[in-house]
Nanobody, 124 residues
Framework: QVQLVESGGGLVQPGGSLKLSCTASGATLKHYAIAWYRQAPGKEREGVSCISGNDNGNYIGDSVKGRFTTSRDNANNTVFLQMYNLKPEDTAVYYC?????????????????WGQGTQVTVSS
């Protein structure tokens, strides 16, 4: 059974940075495409990024492009979401998800395994 755990969320001021981590038990993350999604209250779940399991190709959503990056640390079985220049509209619960590919990474149905989420709040 694949279990994903997100960490690193918290309260940050506008313009600040956070680095989220996604770790796993029961799976080696380098074999999976790992996406980050977020969901704000009253809004649909939104794809933020995806990193492929084979070539580490990665994809960043338009709303965060230029501010967020995603990367892997295979030695520690961890995928990161580095967030810079955070804005109040980035406030949401952030989830990591594991699946086969990033081909349709913006579609939540493409991912089989999900973590419980970590809250990110951007506020002064």
């Amino acid at each position: 059974q694949v279990q994903l755990v997100e960490s690193g969320g918290g309260l940050v001021q506008p313009g600040g940075s956070l680095k989220l981590s996604c770790t796993a038990s029961g799976a080696t993350l380098k074999h999976y495409a790992i996406a980050w999604y977020r969901q704000a209250p009253g809004k649909e779940r939104e794809g933020v990024s995806c990193i492929s399991g084979n070539d580490n190709g990665n994809y960043i959503g338009d709303s965060v492009k230029g501010r967020f990056t995603t990367s892997r640390d295979n030695a520690n079985n961890t995928v990161f979401l580095q967030m810079y220049n955070l804005k109040p509209e980035d406030t949401a619960v952030y989830y990591c998800a594991a699946g086969g590919t990033c081909w349709s990474w913006y579609e939540p149905e493409e991912f089989d395994y999900w973590g419980q989420g970590t809250q990110v709040t951007v506020s002064s």
